[in-house]
């Protein structure tokens, strides 16, 4: 913009010096002559110094009188030397006035082509850059949408898929097809299907350690039979195992209370209620977990009615939301099965489960004041799980060793 008013300013004040010797009277060519002196003494001779006296070469290409000649001859200023002879002064000498107003009329637009091609050639090579640039950006708008949609549901699906195809497979491969008439297809309840998820993660997520330890438990099975009968006649309810089992993990809770935590992986959250649940074996096969709310608080007969009552309901499909939620440690009896012992998975968020195998008579070796002796006794085995990135060994086996001594210490002279 300010080249052009400065063009417009050097057209309203006509500085003719050299130009005046022909008969051309360019009054814009003079005018943008006159800010390159040096140029007018080489060019003195006719009206193509006119032409050539322009400050840039490529304004002179733009506003010699005659287009073609001033195109051709300005980017060379030595074939303009050589070219400023009469004869060309000759051919433009004879201009008459139509020349001058066609000239005054060039000279009035080329202001505006020559900033038009300045800029141009200014921005041209920015242009192809430009142009480039939405291509450039458009093919990665394109490119992201496949990658962003595509991938993200293939790399979550296929870890799940993955364990889905196996047994499928493995099924065709080893049983008929399940469009044989010999083959029943059973489909999986929504809590089957919810246990399988929860068990996988919760493998995913901990890491796993069982310890195993044998337990004589012949004191309180001849406690148990002694009481049995008086106490369902007292309290209508039937005294098992289950409650006594529990009664010892509360104790052992409360003198290893890191046992009584949770995490996230990065930080332990410590409970401060014993709030220990019961896996109970449905009906149709599924599993659940009734909590037993601040377990140690509980006496041995609050703890056998809240069994009872738990797993009457749970498999009566009766339990309550809140009576699943909040369990710190879980106890499962699968001796009730017949199971000796086994490896349980974690209910996360805890850290330890329990696993009570069946008691089964067995020779043992028996230390007595007259020396060891060989007698029948009653025996179990504990299966302990603990998250091994927060509990070590150390803590684990000291855990279930301390409920087992709980358990072979019973006082046999127990009022219930």
Do not use: C
Request: glycine share 4%; aromatic share 6%; hydrophobic share 40%.
């Amino acid at each position: 913009m300010q080249q052009k008013e400065a063009a417009k300013k050097d057209s309203q004040e006509p500085t003719p010096a050299p130009v005046v010797q022909e008969e051309v009277p360019v009054p814009v060519v003079a005018q943008e002559e006159a800010p390159a002196p040096v140029v007018a003494q080489e060019e003195a001779p006719a009206s193509v110094v006119a032409q050539e006296e322009v400050p840039a070469p490529v304004v002179a290409q733009e506003e010699a009188p005659t287009p073609i000649v001033a195109q051709e001859e300005a980017p060379v200023p030595v074939v303009a030397q050589e070219e400023a002879p009469a004869p060309a002064a000759q051919q433009e000498a004879p201009a008459p006035v139509a020349q001058q107003e066609k000239t005054e009329v060039q000279e009035v637009k080329y202001p505006d082509i020559s900033d038009f091609i300045k800029n141009f050639e200014a921005t041209h090579p920015k242009e192809t850059p430009a142009a480039e640039k939405p291509v450039t950006e458009e093919t990665p708008e394109k490119q992201p949408q496949p990658i962003t949609i595509e991938p993200t549901p293939i790399t979550l699906e296929v870890p799940q898929d993955k364990p889905e195809e196996k047994p499928v497979v493995a099924s065709t491969t080893y049983t008929p097809s399940p469009v044989d008439k010999n083959v029943e297809v059973i489909e999986m309840t929504r809590m089957g299907k919810l246990i399988a998820n929860y068990m996988i993660e919760s493998k995913r997520v901990s890491a796993h350690a069982t310890s195993f330890i044998e337990v004589d438990v012949t004191r309180i099975w001849n406690w148990r039979n002694k009481h049995k009968k008086a106490f369902e006649s007292r309290e209508g309810e039937k005294l098992t195992f289950t409650p006594i089992f529990i009664e010892a993990v509360a104790k052992a809770l409360r003198d290893f209370p890191l046992m009584n935590i949770s995490t996230d992986g990065e930080r332990i959250f410590k409970k401060k209620q014993i709030n220990i649940g019961m896996a109970t074996a449905l009906p149709n096969g599924d599993l659940i977990v009734p909590v037993i709310k601040n377990a140690d608080q509980l006496s041995l007969v609050g703890l056998a009615k809240n069994v009872n009552d738990l797993a009457k309901r749970a498999r009566e499909n009766k339990l309550k939301p809140d009576e699943v939620k909040e369990g710190t440690y879980t106890v499962t009896n699968i001796g009730a099965f017949g199971n000796l012992f086994g490896t349980p998975i974690l209910n996360q968020p805890q850290v330890g489960i329990l696993a009570i195998g069946a008691i089964q008579k067995v020779p043992a070796v028996v230390e007595t004041p007259e020396g060891d002796v060989i007698a029948i006794r009653y025996k179990l085995m504990l299966s302990h799980s603990f998250d091994h990135r927060v509990v070590n060994g150390a803590l684990g086996g000291m855990f279930v060793q301390r409920v087992a001594k709980y358990l072979e210490q019973w006082d046999v002279n127990r009022e219930i």
